[in-house]
């Protein structure tokens, strides 16, 4: 049994930077895959960026790719998004997602056994 809280979304200026955390609780210690998700009105959830909890693999979807940055500090229990040059195309509701496998396909949402509520994340145009 793991819980997932996200924060850090807010309402920011394109080219802004914001940092989302995710701190997990329970059994902390099966997670093997946390990912970010994202989900806009009217689209599907999809992949953001994953990392394997040992931190030796991370992943990142081609839209974000070289702009934001997947981080976890395991002595706190919580992973991070770093975002950086915002767009709007950014804004979406954003979950934290975790499991105590390693996932493959590791952009299969449905494969993520533990989620958190979402934070709101809007960038303006």
């Known amino acids: 049994q793991v819980q997932l809280v996200e924060s850090g979304g807010g309402l920011v200026q394109a080219e802004g930077s914001l940092r989302l955390s995710c701190v997990a609780s329970?059994?902390?210690?099966?997670?093997?895959?946390m990912g970010w998700f994202r989900q806009a009105p009217g689209k599907e959830r999809e992949i953001v960026a994953a990392?394997?909890?040992?931190?030796?693999?991370?992943y990142y979807a081609d839209a974000v790719r070289g702009r934001f940055k997947i981080s976890r500090d395991n002595s706190k229990n919580t992973v991070y998004l770093q975002m950086n040059s915002l767009k709007s195309e950014d804004t979406a509701v954003y979950f934290c997602?975790?499991?105590?496998?390693?996932?493959?396909?590791?952009?299969?949402?449905?494969?993520?056994?533990?989620w958190g509520q979402g934070t709101q994340v809007t960038v303006s145009s």
């Open positions: 990392i394997k909890w040992t931190g030796d693999y991370t």
């Open positions: 997602a975790a499991d105590d496998r390693f996932i493959t396909p590791i952009t299969s949402a449905v494969q993520y056994k533990y």
């Open positions: 329970g059994r902390t210690s099966s997670i093997s895959t």
